[in-house]
């Protein structure tokens, strides 16, 4: 069977954007990244643990100063390493949100 020739010039062209992709792509620092983004995911989890035991023990009024000193360090950097996770962190080679639209939705 002869196959049509819209079908054969897409498998070329899925081939060719196939090798321009992995020519143009590192693949060790594609990996880098993801464990990155996947390293300050964990740690946000960590973190909002965290946040969680100090609120209680602020609401309840067990707190000294440290850990409500603790309890705003923590927010800071839940913060900051949201924005990381939203907007990227290039001086960890971490990159932008790879979709606008999804980081226009918050999604990522």
């Not at 850990?67 to 971490?94: C, K, S």
Request: net charge negative.
């Amino acid at each position: 069977m002869i196959t049509p020739w819209p079908i054969r010039r897409f498998w070329k062209t899925e081939f060719l954007v196939s090798i321009i992709v992995n020519e143009c792509a590192d693949p060790f620092e594609v990996l880098l990244t993801d464990a990155l983004a996947i390293s300050l995911a964990e740690r946000q989890e960590m973190f909002a643990e965290k946040l969680k035991r100090e609120a209680c023990e602020i609401g309840g009024g067990h707190a000294d100063a440290a850990v409500i000193d603790d309890f705003n360090e923590t927010i800071n950097i839940f913060g900051t390493t949201l924005t990381a996770l939203h907007v990227g962190y290039e001086a960890a080679g971490m990159a932008r949100c790879p979709s606008p639209l999804l980081a226009s939705e918050g999604q990522i």
